[in-house]
């Protein structure tokens, strides 16, 4: 198992970046699917970017793409979003997530991923 700690969200205006950071924690980090979700309020959780063992392999929803970059860092158990040109319909809860598996994605479930971290909350300014 592994335990997940999301940091990075604050208050940012439109057109602004962030960089969300989520940091790992218990078994080896390397065998563990890594994925990206957020959730509006009244919304449902979404997924948004997910990356696999060695970070050579990324997938983005669509409102990801292009603005949305997900990477990892397996020596110091952490994974990124890095968001850019963020919009205030970005506002949301954004989650880490990880998946044990020795499998293939794309992972882009929410009921693809084993543990969750506890959000960090991005909100967009107009």
């Not at 890594?34 to 929803?61: C, L, T, V």
């Not at 963020?86 to 044990?100: F, G, H, I």
Request: net charge positive.
């Amino acid at each position: 198992q592994v335990h997940l700690v999301e940091s990075g969200g604050r208050l940012v205006r439109a057109g602004g970046s962030l960089r969300l950071s989520c940091a790992a924690s218990g078994d080896t980090f390397s065998n563990y699917y890594m994925g990206w979700f957020r959730q509006a309020p009244g919304k449902a959780r979404e997924f948004a970017a997910q990356i696999n063992w060695g970070g050579s392999y990324e997938y983005y929803a669509d409102f990801a793409k292009g603005r949305f970059f997900i990477t990892r860092d397996n020596a110091k158990k952490t994974v990124y979003l890095q968001l850019d040109a963020l919009q205030p319909e970005d506002t949301a809860v954004y989650y880490c997530a990880a998946k044990q598996t020795f499998g293939r994605g794309p992972y882009n479930y929410i009921s693809d991923y084993n543990y969750w971290g506890q959000g960090t909350q991005v909100t967009v300014s107009s």
